[in-house]
């Protein structure tokens, strides 16, 4: 589900899974697969403010230990 949200383009359909994601249900997503999207998504997609508060939550939940790779 993660392929097809990302790969869709389309700033909603990706918000709409970062929102059920730091809702809680990280546990059927795993950190490196959001993590590899999140670094290219600014090559993607245009960033709506909703896309942006999104990313920006990700971010703090997957903290810098996530990013070193």
Do not use: N
């Not at 809702?23 to 670094?39: D, F, K, M, Q």
């Not at 090559?43 to 939940?61: A, I, M």
């Amino acid at each position: 589900m993660v392929d097809v949200a990302f790969k869709s383009q389309k700033s909603e359909v990706i918000a709409d899974l970062l929102h059920a994601w730091t809702l809680g249900y990280s546990l059927y997503i795993p950190l490196g697969t959001c993590t590899e999207y999140l670094v290219c998504l600014h090559d993607l997609v245009p960033f709506s403010s909703r896309l942006r508060r999104l990313v920006t939550r990700s971010v703090e939940l997957i903290s810098r230990e996530g990013f070193e790779g």
